[in-house]
């Protein structure tokens, strides 16, 4: 059987029963996910196409079950999550590329309109270049997180209510692409007034040496969600501080009320994951994104939008209609508005790609961790809603 990538577009919980990657990391499961893509089974004949014990396979369903990845029609088993076959992969390429290349264009025609965001957003009086935002404002606010414009005209579903979170959960199966390597890897984690966001590649094992992961790897260790909010909102005031100007460690404490020690430690942490430059007066090298700089992104993001859906989505969502109807997924019931939020990550991690490829935009920058991503904080009032 083929060996199943997985993504997800959405938030779940620390629960290794729930967790949809860890339910669906054995092997024999993905070999069972795909044996009932391609046709609904009973458990018996499960058991006997893969040599399996009955039990073993109802224990495996019970498992996927309870995470809501698989669901019952009277005997028959099926997933309830869009897994595309290799030929559904083959199928949908000269559509996704055809729409890519729109994507890309519609882009480069507006490169001026993002040139006029940077300026207005005064990132350059705070020491950072068009190169450095470019991909901040193209590849995650306007392709990526500005992809909402596609649900609010009805296409797209970017989350789902699941046992373990609000997600959208896909599969493609064969080794047609290399997830951890596309350019579509958002994570965002809000702590107080500040949200910490990376965007970009993922390393080729493990998590980023970055924020939000940092978070969520001193949870894995034991430390406690107020421990760790605290400290994320103090690691939040100090960039935001140094994003206005360069301070040396007394004006810090000074300014943010941190304690010397706990400021030490934060700042090392701050010059080891690359967000500072320490040598001597500390320096951010991580943008802010303030209310008014979100704004002004937003503005973008609906101008750029405007003229993807008219020119590159609206044209094509017919010949895509078509398509999809031949797909494992349609087969299985899987809505088109679940299905689409793949496609549409796929369609704009190639334009993106191809941006960069061209010159248009430049790569992120390679971090210790090997991966290329680009980070930032927006910093905003508390309790304010956080829209892309």
Not at 69 to 97: C, M, Y
Not at 146 to 174: H, I, N, S
Not at 233 to 253: D, F, Q, S
């Amino acid at each position: 059987m083929s060996k199943i990538e997985f993504a997800l577009c959405g938030g779940y919980k620390d629960d290794e029963q729930l967790n949809p990657y860890a339910v669906t990391r054995p092997e024999i499961r993905q070999e069972i996910l795909s044996l009932i893509n391609r046709e609904h089974s009973t458990p018996e004949n499960i058991a006997e196409t893969l040599a399996l014990s009955k039990e073993a396979v109802s224990r495996h369903l019970e498992s996927l079950g309870k995470a809501g990845l698989v669901e019952r029609t009277g005997p028959l088993w099926k997933p309830s999550f869009a897994i595309f076959t290799e030929r559904d992969q083959e199928e949908l390429e000269p559509l996704l590329e055809q729409m890519a290349d729109s994507y890309v264009g519609e882009v480069r025609d507006s490169m001026g309109i993002v040139h006029k965001t940077y300026e207005a957003c005064r990132f350059a009086e705070h020491g950072f270049s068009t190169a450095d935002l470019d991909y901040i404002l193209v590849g995650a606010y306007v392709l990526d997180f500005g992809g909402l414009a596609l649900d609010r005209a009805g296409l797209l579903l970017p989350e789902k209510e699941m046992p373990g979170g609000a997600y959208v959960f896909t599969g493609f199966e064969g080794q047609i692409r290399n997830l951890r390597a596309s350019w579509m890897w958002g994570h965002t984690a809000e702590y107080g007034p500040f949200i910490f966001i990376g965007h970009g590649e993922l390393p080729s094992g493990g998590p980023r040496r970055a924020f939000p992961e940092q978070a969520y790897i001193w949870r894995r260790e034991g430390r406690s969600a107020e421990e760790v909010a605290r400290a994320m909102e103090e690691l939040g005031a100090i960039l935001v501080e140094l994003y206005a100007t360069p301070m040396l460690l007394r004006e810090i404490a000074s300014r943010t009320g941190i304690t010397p020690e706990r400021l030490a430690d934060h700042l090392q942490l701050l010059h080891e994951l690359e967000y500072i430059d320490h040598s001597d007066a500390a320096t951010s090298v991580c943008p802010v994104v303030d209310e008014v700089s979100k704004a002004r992104i937003q503005e973008l993001v609906r101008i750029v939008w405007d003229r993807l859906l008219s020119t590159a989505v609206t044209p094509n969502w017919s010949h895509l209609e078509r398509l999809y109807q031949g797909t494992a997924p349609a087969r299985n019931g899987i809505d088109i508005r679940e299905a689409f939020n793949p496609i549409h990550h796929a369609i704009f991690e190639r334009a993106l790609r191809k941006l960069m490829e061209s010159g248009v935009l430049a790569w992120p920058r390679r971090h210790t961790d090997g991966a290329r991503y680009a980070v930032w904080i927006e910093h905003r009032r508390e309790g304010e809603a956080n829209e892309a």
